[in-house]
């Protein structure tokens, strides 16, 4: 009885961060788990206006996967709403993620992940 305590105990506190599941996540998980997912360094904001990976985790990949999705598609209606070229929307966005980027959490900067200063 006492190793099936601790076994269901291990497997609650192992299943309780959000990171550690491996399940499909939808947007709203996504973001949901981005803040965490920075403040651990597993992901961190790039110049091109996309999240990328900094420690590579199934679920890690599921939030920039998600997330950018999203980001495309926002910066794909701005861009044609304003007339302009998407790639323009994306360089003003990326600059603006870095800035608002809280200093200690990694950015990409030159093509390599950094902690911002």
Excluded: H
Aim: charged share 30%.
């Amino acid at each position: 009885m006492k190793y099936l305590l601790t076994l269901l105990l291990v497997t609650f506190i192992g299943l309780s961060s959000p990171l550690a599941q491996a399940q499909q996540l939808d947007l709203q998980q996504a973001k949901a788990q981005l803040s965490e997912a920075k403040e651990q360094g597993l992901v961190g904001e790039k110049a091109d206006g996309y999240l990328g990976v900094v420690e590579s985790t199934e679920a890690t990949e599921q939030i920039v996967k998600k997330i950018n999705e999203a980001r495309r598609k926002e910066y794909t209606r701005i861009a044609n709403e304003n007339d302009i070229a998407v790639a323009d929307v994306e360089l003003v966005a990326g600059k603006r993620a870095i800035e608002l980027t809280k200093s200690g959490l990694y950015i990409n900067v030159d093509g390599e992940w950094r902690k911002k200063p």
